[in-house]
């Protein structure tokens, strides 16, 4: 986003609806608006009272979003959802981010959906439930655990972290103090086997 000049930031809201609808171009249902973000109800709702939660600033999707406003937008959320519960007498709310256009995401505008729901509506937000052998669940653990561990570091005490199914086929040789400390991959490690993010990808891809 940095790298964009004034002027191709103005263009880029010219073309953006939501955008649009910040700047006060477009009409919009708006529910809720401070300086920094803006609520408007869905014009095809899943319910009705379905809220849409947009920053007022053009950000595309989740990662270009700073964390602070991330986590602005999360209160709001919140807020806004204790008004459907408490005040509109939903009985719950469904809560989601399109991330990404394989998530189904149709506008080029971040947002959080905001849903009341209401026992046995038929607001069709159930996900589906695919099964996975018990294999292939240990497998997608490991290789989602170790993704988020490279990035996050590590959160979870070692005896609930998934069985590490490359120790289990070949034992340890490696001596103490052979390893460098600080690094957590050897290429030794890498050229082993293939990464187990490979096989979360596959299921992911169906390939
Ligand atoms: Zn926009």
Redesign the pocket.
Known sequence: MEELTPEQQAQ??QQ????QI?DGKVAAKKVYEDDKVLAVLDINPANPGHILL?PKE???IMPQMDDELIGYMGIVSKQLSQVLLRTLQAQGTTIFVANGVAAGQR???FMIHIIPRMEGDDAGLKPLEKKYSEEQILQIHQGVYEAIKRVLGDAIPPEKQPINLDQKETPKEEKPGTKEPGKKETPKESKKKASPLDDVSKFLTGQ
């Open positions: 880029m809201r953006c609806i939501f955008c910040a947009l053009h950000i595309a506008a080029p505008h």
